[in-house]
Every structure is written in C-alpha cells, then in structure tokens.
C-alpha cells in the first residue's frame, strides 16, 4: 500500500515536498514513479527513481525544478518541488513497481498506486 501526502495550496515560485510512504512490503525492491493529472488532462510522468537510488529521470517540464530521493530504511520516496508555476497545479500520484532493472516512464508499467495527493500552485 502507498500513501502519498505533503500537497497543498502554495504561491507560485514556492516550495513542496511531497512524500510516498510504503507499508506491508519491501520498498527497496521497488522502483518508484511520480505521476500527475491536472484537469481535463491525462495522467503524465514526472520523475521516477530506480530502487537503490543511483539512479533518478525527470520529464522536461520539471527538470532542474523538481528532485526525486529516497529513504528505504523508511520506506519512503520524496518529490521536492522548487519554484512552483501553476502549470503544476495537478493530483500527484505516486506508484512502484518491483523490479531491480531500472526506472519506468509509463504509467502502465506500475503496479501499485498512491491515493494521490492536490497541489495547487496559485498565480
């Protein structure tokens, strides 16, 4: 099971952290992806990390703004969010998959989802 947490409403040029917390499982087998979906919109990739952590990608739009890292000793992963536009106004979702083999861009190769979790970036 995910939990995804840490939305909120913040002023663009702000600052979040979002966190993906994983219970009943080993989460350092898992590779960890964040997705997101703003209105009207289908659900697009935003960063994912390999299950040790050496390795991490970012879309385009997100790249220098955004950080993916982990914590497996605490099972969680983190998507800190700097200098917010309100282009990022979505639901955040996390997902994983088990595998050892790298990192995932589509969202079909996961899965196991987080609840989601708003983010509202006001102008």
């Known amino acids: 099971q995910l939990q995804a947490s840490g939305g909120g409403l913040v002023q663009a040029g702000g600052s979040l952290r979002l966190s993906c917390a994983a219970s009943?499982?080993?989460?350092?087998?898992?590779?960890v992806g964040w997705f997101r979906q703003a209105p009207g919109k289908d659900r697009e990739f935003v960063a994912a990390?390999?299950?040790?952590?050496?390795?991490?990608s970012y879309a385009d739009s997100v790249k220098g703004r955004f950080t993916i890292s982990r914590d497996n000793a605490k099972n969680t992963v983190y998507l800190q969010m700097n200098s917010l536009k309100p282009e990022d106004t979505a639901v955040y979702y996390c997902?994983?998959?088990?595998?050892?083999?790298?990192?995932?861009?589509?969202?079909?190769?996961?899965?196991?989802w987080g609840q989601g979790t708003q983010v509202t970036v006001s102008s």
């Open positions: 990390i390999n299950w040790g952590g050496s390795s991490t």
């Open positions: 009943g499982r080993t989460f350092s087998m898992f590779a």
């Open positions: 997902a994983a998959v088990r595998t050892y083999s790298g990192i995932y861009y589509s969202a079909g190769d996961y899965d196991y």
